[in-house]
């Protein structure tokens, strides 16, 4: 039988029996470009100009305690597995529980031990075959981790009890990691009622690492949010504002995003079901606001008032510079039993389809023509990209496109969005990558597919003589660097 | 001019002019792998460890007395063109009557001398050029019938005659091609007052080849059949149950399952127009029955009760342990004067927008956690594979996605399929191929070009290093027959 | 450092540092095709079979009096840049005012200069990186005006002068051009109360270019058109018809349509917002006409008269002989301030979400079954493609598909047109391309993209054994020449 190495060049041959001997981790140099020779060539040479570029990371959702306590991950299980809802999420559909792995619920932590729920995932690997997860988790654990060996039922202890060193000195402390990674900017995203003491802590510290925080008022926008009532409370005591009257309540944001401004914010985030903006009269929006702060709320007021919250944080936008972010169409906890047990964000977010054209068009009429405005898009339905998304932001000032997103942060996914919009939209209507992660040690994985899916998309436009190598040459540094430092003014 | 060789490798030269000279059959080795070098070689590998496995056909539509009397068939024309909408409908697309080919009509017969209708055929072959009718007849007529010419005018005469041979001989009987054809089981689908007397002699007749039925109770679940009335009361005789009152409807779906699973059934099939389930209580959905029982159902009424009973099948199978298939998103009968003179299933079937993310909640809150219940999904709105199907069988351990289907069940569709299921379902939330046909022949050519796609999808990912050409040749034998073994109980 | 080759070979080596030192034009002879060698080599031979065919343009919106009165064009700007709302709405949308690219107002004409609106094209050029507008405008810059440079900023003076040379001389008068693009025949475009006489002239003048009309009746179609009323007293002095009593209404049609195809037309265009059918009783059809005169017109009524219109339009079609063109789905002046300004067709058209299954019901089943009624479906929606176009088109012997339109008269859109109708509704539905400009320049730059990216896909299914080398080499020649001649009965 002919051999066949690893992540090399594939030496025609019998296919060899799959067994359980430890493989060599999956993690070739030329992976994500196009196996044709010319197209290769170039995606090399393209990629190689930005793969060392620093990391600018303008969208996620890391938690800032780490950087300002600096305290060791625990685990890998604590720290791969209990928190990445792309991964138990897959091994749930196959009927894994997700305590099993180190999920925690309602009732408290996991009472999974964490070897375990380690070993489980590794005897699973075959499921995230032909996913981002393993693309990441293969970076993550040859580039960052220096494993040579693949993670299966047969290495799953040596991983744990590497890891485990690995994570116990210093070296792999968040800070250390940060530094280690090239960031040069990360923000998270918190909630309105945040005290950002964290990110305060990080500022007193003297440590040189920039992360900043993203104002997400969903909580105060959403009158369906299970914590609207106890958020605005909250919201009243830390701006002292009235907010139960319609001009405190926009004061308390106001001051709000004055305060996540004073800790590094440039962006405002909105994660809504819809991406519906309404441009009610004043006393029309007063009167939405007293209904939607009842105890009953309708579920068309409460999408009218999320609606007409967008056109007021654009408003506000205008006058502080802010960038803004429209994340809408999830169907967020479709699981009720996973909900009920589990709560929020357990990879039961489905996405819906989405319409633009018609549900921007109040906001767009009242700011679409600003030039000092910047509004990012975002979709869950990609059928938006050719036929909406781009038109749009090919022609309005204000808009500019994110990058694929969740389900689509994928190759596949990622170079659809660069297909399906660049005829339309250009290069220069998007604004790079956003690794969008709670997973740390994922962001330099997720960041390097992005430039590497780039680095392909391009070469096979100047391979089909669609483009000069030169203006490749330029839009990938864009891509990677200046267009997201620009949309989201860092 | 350089000689070009049909099928063969392309000898850069001028444009050979078209001629009617006989040509070559074409059915090249490696057709459907990529051009690139690197791509097709794997795929050649991958496909050559799964080609001469068995097949597997857990959905179908061949008749079983087919298989139950062993007659030979009669001619090119009622084998091939007669019963293929596939085919006629293009045919009648370009204004060619289907009476002219062979088609039936409600008043009787199709007038057609059936060589006259397969010189038709024949001489309009260019209109099936690049579809996937093309590439299944081409392998029926090179591997099965011997043909080494390509079917065109000058050519229909001898394929008439020759096949019209062929059927006469023993080798071309039925079972003779059942064994030829490699098939491990075949299962057709009845419905639910079918006697199964076919199958039974087949069982009887003391034959191997396992064929064995599936449960499709849509004539007695859909209020809007044209049939509803009739199919109830033959429910009735055939099931001794009072199926006027709802509990003794339900026991009338029990009880032809318990005699379907005895005829071999695993699976039951239900082909909605859309995914609507619904969850009522016990009170509601009797009083929904008895309304739908009345000679005036509304539209309203038809669809919630269609919803209801995908629910009530689920909680079945959970007792029973039979695998459910929904498919939705048919406009049947579109073309009303088609269906007024030829009546249904002849090829005026349209894919409608089809949504599943609330439409299967109802269902999914009830029993979307278990893991002792399999629920394939299909869908014809290829829209729904990366937005809502593959999250959703991300997730929901009942979920399962059925292969690309219908008017996607052809080499870009079933690409498309994976490349945008693949990476948020991974492999193993999907099941496998199914040919989904009333063509016997056909049969082997439909696997054909599944397994070929799979093994060039499967190529491009290792050839782009992203997955280890260990593990694609685990996941081509698993797609091939694992999975479907496994996702319908085989 | 390695040199690369514009346009040519890319040799491996270090990206090359972008400088603005002139640049050559950038129009390779195999651009839109694989780098893959093997479909390369396809693709050149099929595209060399097609290249010098005349073009047949059926669809577009060139102007008739160019050809009539054969007056020089003016210069660069008002050629390239004011006319082509691809070109200003990217530019727009990066905040570059319209009237400062040459783009007049509802006011007057632009205030710009016309050197400065070049210069500031010129500049942006990274904007259309990987745009079909890049595309075009390289072959007009080369392959029709003969430059050997690229556009930017240090070239702008140059680019502009010389253009203002050559559109002085007689070589690039309209007539000229359109002989030396060997144009067989150029339909316009022209509402149903035209006088024509641009195109009586050019018959008058013994020139042998032939350029026809088409029929666009949406002025006194649509009663929300903003001319409805002036329209339609216009639609009665020219007729004689009492354009106010539905039988007159429709007799004015009538008329019109045969002053149309005295001046050539074989074609009548309907562009509406939705693809809505009906079918009313004539009375019914009477009384909604009565409706709709009034000033006040409900958004239902109007889409309900639109809907009944298409009918009606086919219905003459039968007796006339005229294709239908329809081309649903554009949100037309979406931006309230630019059409306040600035008017229609300013690149602020955006697709919307288009249905087809059902709205085209109602006039399928009055005239779907016609052999001899041809009607073209045109789509901004791709989702369409496969789930109702190409099943659409793949049935009813009146449906035939238009090719990939507008924001998807592009590479890509054109590869997915191909790649997701043709497998359902074969090459035989569709009718060649369309280039549907205003730009008469870009005509040739237009069809080359379409014979470019045909022969592409061609070469593929080639390439992958799919389809033989001589029914690629007849297919060529039918999607450029045949097809459309046959479908427009030129």
Known sequence: MTPVTYGGKYL????????????????????????????????????ASVKGLPILSPHGHTDPSWFADNQPFENATELFLAPDHYIYRMLYSQGIDMDSVGVGSKAGPSSADAR????????????????????WMSHVFGE???????????????????IGELLASDAYRPRALFDRFNIELLATTEGPTDTLEHHAKIKASGWKGRVVTAYRPDPVIDPE?????DKLALFADLTGEDVHSWKGYLSAHRKRRDVFMAHGATSTDHGHPTAQTANLSHSDAKDLFHRVLKKHVSAEDAELFRAQMLTEMARMSLDDGLTMQIHPG?????????????????????????GYVHALKPLLDAFGNEKNLTIILFTLDETNYARELAPLAGHYPVLKLGPSWWFHDSSEGMMRFREQVTETAGFYNTVGFNDDTRAFLSIPARHDVARRIDSAFLARLVAEHRLPIEDAAQVIQDLTYNLPKAAYKL
Chains 1, 2, 3 share one sequence.
């Not at 299966?152 to 202890?157: F, K, P, Y």
């Open 144 to 162: 960052i981790m220096g494993f040579e060996v693949a993670l299966d039922e047969t290495t799953a202890d040596f991983y744990f009890d590497r």
């Open 225 to 229: 949010h299970e914590d609207f009532h």
């Open 116 to 135: 375990a729920a380690w070993r489980i995932y590794a005897a699973n690997q075959h499921l995230f075959r032909g996913t981002p997860s393993f693309m």
């Open 12 to 47: 025609s041959g019998s296919i060899p029996k799959v067994n359980n001997m430890s493989k060599p981790l999956f993690l070739h140099a030329d992976r994500l470009f196009s196996s044709d020779p010319a197209q290769r060539a170039i995606a090399r040479d393209l990629y």
């Open 330 to 354: 999830a169907y967020r906890n479709h699981n009720a039993r996973v909900f009920d047990t589990y709560g929020r964000d357990k990879g039961a977010d489905i996405p819906m389809p989405t």
